[in-house]
């Protein structure tokens, strides 16, 4: 037994009607991974901060470091400096020039917390142009 659909017609008829039932379908998985993976890219990661691959930059004729010692002593170049007298010994290594960049480097085993309060001396002595020190990672 055979059964035509076309009622004799040669001529197929246009459908201009569009299915949306796929797009909806995709749409929705789409949905649903997007909500799975949001909350998976803001997990807290751990970083080492001391090493640095960025280019490294021209360094100036006669750079003026300033040295956090692992004990949270204070060198500037060679000689050790005390926190009180920071600014002063600043002043008269640059010659009263605060716009000079300061570059701080600081031991490994010092905490953040203790090379940001040596920033906020830098700070509070006018010295706003610090450049801080890494090691510099082969690629």
Do not use: C
Request: charged share 25%; glycine share 6%; net charge negative.
């Amino acid at each position: 037994m055979s059964v035509r659909l076309d009622h004799g017609k040669d001529d197929l008829e246009e459908v201009h009607e569009i299915n949306v039932t796929p797009f909806i379908d995709v749409m929705l998985v789409l949905l649903i991974i997007f909500m799975v993976a949001a909350p998976l890219a803001t997990v807290d990661i751990s970083v080492d901060l001391p090493a640095s691959t960025a280019q490294p930059q021209p360094h100036p004729d006669k750079p003026l470091f300033l040295t956090v010692k692992p004990d949270l002593t204070l060198a500037l170049g060679d000689d050790t400096i005390s926190r009180d007298g920071l600014g002063a010994t600043l002043e008269q290594a640059t010659n009263g020039d605060k716009e000079r960049r300061i570059f701080l480097r600081a031991d490994k085993l010092v905490s953040y917390g203790d090379v940001m309060e040596v920033m906020n001396l830098l700070r509070a002595a006018g010295f706003l142009k610090v450049a801080l020190v890494g090691l510099e990672k082969a690629q």
